[in-house]
């Protein structure tokens, strides 16, 4: 029999819910302390995962989510305004 491959999943930090890895979009916090969208998913620092879905960001700055997860006091609008576009992007 062969082996089977394990899927990794992470919880999106909008509505808690843990999904395939795949279907999410990662922001990071490099050393430095930028904090951008990672589109490869293969950008290093601190990861943040979040459904590419508009009530899932909503639940995200509400309960500031993403500060939580990257352990930064806050996020610039730049970085949500490049996430809305993401998911314009994900959604067309």
């Known amino acids: 029999m062969g082996q089977v491959k394990k899927i990794p999943t992470r919880t999106c930090t909008g509505c808690r819910q843990v999904k395939n890895k795949k279907d999410l979009i990662r922001v990071v916090r490099d050393k430095e302390g930028n904090v951008f ?3 490869t998913g293969r950008q ?6 979040i459904c590419p879905n508009e009530e899932c960001l909503e639940k995200a700055v509400k309960n500031k ?3 939580k997860t990257l352990k930064i006091s806050q996020i610039s609008e730049e970085v949500y305004q490049q ?3 993401e998911l314009g992007d994900v959604n067309e």
């Open 44 to 49: 290093n620092g601190r990861g943040a995962y």
């Open 37 to 39: 969208v990672d589109v």
């Open 83 to 85: 996430l809305k576009k």
């Open 65 to 67: 989510g993403l500060e």
